[in-house]
């Protein structure tokens, strides 16, 4: 059971690995899943529209590209890009703290692991709802004491 996070190109700037993975454990579990092999990769706008195009045929900017590799229900295996200069870009534009948008996206990935959609309208606000339940629960997490981020 293990959460990475990778840099390729860029910088995150991710702060307090261990409570996010924590977090995102918890995000899981609250859906019925269990994450057996999740990856992050932050990557710069150009990394990710090299593998829009590559694997999605979508010639676009985007902030996340997710990839499920699950073998069994209820069991969460994938790759999840993410755009940092995207999500600086989105922070300005939203007017939001940047780390808290990095945490939206990371969550937003994971609740498309988790069977999310977000085509139309309707499963836009209910992702939206979905993130910002996401965002409340980070908040109310506490790390033991005597660990490492």
């Not at 959609?117 to 629960?137: F, G, S, V």
Request: include cysteine; proline fraction near 1%.
């Amino acid at each position: 059971m293990a959460i990475n996070f990778f840099e390729e190109e860029i910088k995150s700037s991710l702060t307090k690995k261990r409570m996010t993975k924590q977090w995102l454990k918890l995000i899981a579990e609250e859906k019925g899943y269990k994450v057996q092999d999740l990856n992050y990769i932050f990557c710069s706008d150009e990394y990710l529209l090299n593998i829009n195009i590559q694997y999605l045929n979508h010639d676009t900017y985007t902030d996340i590209v997710t990839f499920d590799q699950s073998e069994y229900e209820n069991e969460i295996e994938g790759d999840i890009y993410i755009s940092i200069d995207r999500v600086r870009e989105n922070s300005k534009t939203l007017q939001t703290n940047y780390n808290e948008e990095l945490l939206r996206v990371l969550a937003h990935g994971l609740l498309h692991l988790c069977g999310l959609k977000d085509k139309t309208e309707e499963e836009k606000n209910e992702m939206r709802i979905e993130e910002e339940k996401a965002l409340h629960l980070f908040l109310n997490i506490t790390v033991p004491r005597g660990t490492v981020d």
